[in-house]
């Protein structure tokens, strides 16, 4: 049996911290000077890092993309989904590809997967404009389903959304006659959930408002089979709620509700299901967030709500693919058209450029000028020598829009983008810009000219359960040692000791950045830990989810990102190479007991259940919430670090038909199935 990993700690400072890692200098003449390799992060890390972060310096992590089997692709992602839908125990992998067509991975076992895509599905099913999905057996019939969400072509148009019913291993798909398709939603991410308490789960189709007057449902309940749309059981104030999360922040055995909300007004919604129809809670403060991580950070018996946050990008959105790339992403509206936009930057090599719209066809070769002639390149991808210009064309008249390419003196290069009025047809509707760089030689003193670059990094915000009101608390724990610009996040014990640790994916608007590991030191503060344990990432496309599993069955967590986020402002260029990246947890000596519910009166998933595990004085919590979050789904099978105890002292259940069920004396390093006493 492996021992646990030495903890070391360092003291670093900022000329050695983790921007300098994997950035050079940027400065801008309105900001300072700061990093773009985390996203234009300058501001709020220097501020962090010119005193002491300490740092643990252990590997938790290795990563085992290529020989998974997870390698090869490269494109656009939206999320992925953990499920075991061949029943072997193993979970299962499915991805949405986004604009791409889906694929289905199923567990070899030791960590290898094989795609499975054309066995399973009907191809005619995997097409389209897909965003989150889930599994869960929504029919009680042992056999895990599928729920893939879809978009509404534009926000104007209509799309089905897809129902995949399992029928012994093939997935089915039967969203209309089963009454979910919800052609007008522009749906985003699921969430399954029993919202009327009839053992029976119902399903929450997140979505943001369409940019018409039409108003499709949220919530369809279940009834004899099918589906009917529910959505006065749980009201939204917004008309856009992209995604909510299942958890447990009061006594009773009904479980909570947050929503995040888009638009005017309040940015987050807590709903107690208790009441029909659900009634709004106010447990938390306003606070904007990308994704919410529910756990009981301090072992008190509460469920806590970790939020990872960024702030939007400006109208230059900056970032490092590595010394020799630069991705740059433009934002263009009426109101910004007549402010200069542009940046610069220094490098001696021979460059090659990409340059493209948000979608196919918005630019074509013509609107790119180069020099003072104002020559256009044969296509939107060509190579530039340092020598091969000096100056820049002058912006051109007309309705197109344009980037203008040329250098001041050698080595020194400048990049602006100019648009007239007439390029957004009467609408307000942003256009986006993209150009992406690689060098010969290293990119050196990027500069976004004017006040075009902003500070992307945003404090994340922890609030600890006080007796059922949740109070702010991240700068006391920890978790903003390091401040990053985080669009995703996911709890878990990752070192088996007994405690939530955190994992956090970092990304600006146009390119990742680092992965953020912050460790619980059993007392609910977190520390900082060096290149994320050994799952820091790759600095590619744009980040999207992370999710976790325990993919080899070795009672450890283990760790799978995507980076392919391609959604909004990133949708295009910065998302086109995307990645996987699966992190096998290396383990160590601690022990872990793993549980699979079986309701019978409650829903079969068991989800809304709570459950406690108590060894050596320790009592641990955890909310059978499906595994659902912003973009993704952790594999629903929960997990416990039991550090060296050898033995648990009680598993108590807490089942949502009010079945309360206690075991002793239980035996670690298993995973075992509860199965819910009655019918």
Known sequence: MNTPPTKTTHCKRFSDGLCAAWSRPFHSPT???GTIGWGMAAVAAISLLTGCTRELDVTIFNDVTDKSGLGNYVGMTHGAAWGDYDNDGQPDLYVTNHLRQAMLFRNLGGGRFADVTAEVFNSKDLGGDKHGAAWADFNNDGQLDLVQLT????????EPKRLFVNEGGKLVERAVELGVDNPPGRTRMPLWLDIDHDGKLDLFQGAEARFDDLTPPFLFAQQDGRFADATALLQPDSRSAPFCVLTALNDDRYPEVVCRLMGQGRPVQVFDTSASPARTLDLLPNSAFEDVAAGDFDNDGRIDLFMARKNSGGRVALARGGE???????????????????????????????????HDGELEPTDVKLGPAGTSPASLVFDLATDAMRGLPQPPGGARPAVLVGSHKPGQWQIEFHARPEVFGGKAKPRYINVRIHSTEAIEDVEALGDGAKDETAPARLFMNREGKLVEEGDKRGVNEISISAVNAVAGDFDNDMDLDIFVLGSGDAGKTPNLLLLNNGKGKFEVVRNAGGAAGRLVGVGDSVTTADIDGDGFLDILTTSGGSMGRSLGLPSDNGRYQLFRNVGNGNHWIMIDLEGTTTNRDGIGAVVRV??????????????????????ARLHFGLAKHTQVDKITVQWPSGVVQELQGVKPDQVLKIKEPGA
Request: aromatic residues 2%.
């Open 151 to 158: 978009g509404a072509i534009q926000g104007v148009g209509v």
């Open 614 to 635: 108590t060894a050596g004085g320790v009592t641990q919590m955890r909310v059978q919430d499906g595994g659902i979050h912003e973009r993704g789904q952790n594999h």
């Open 31 to 33: 900001r300072g000077k």
């Open 324 to 358: 020799n790339e630069l991705t740059a992403q433009i934002e263009l509206t009426p109101k910004n058209v007549a402010e200069p936009t542009a940046f610069r930057f220094r490098s001696r090599g021979t460059l090659s450029l990409t340059v493209a719209g948000q």
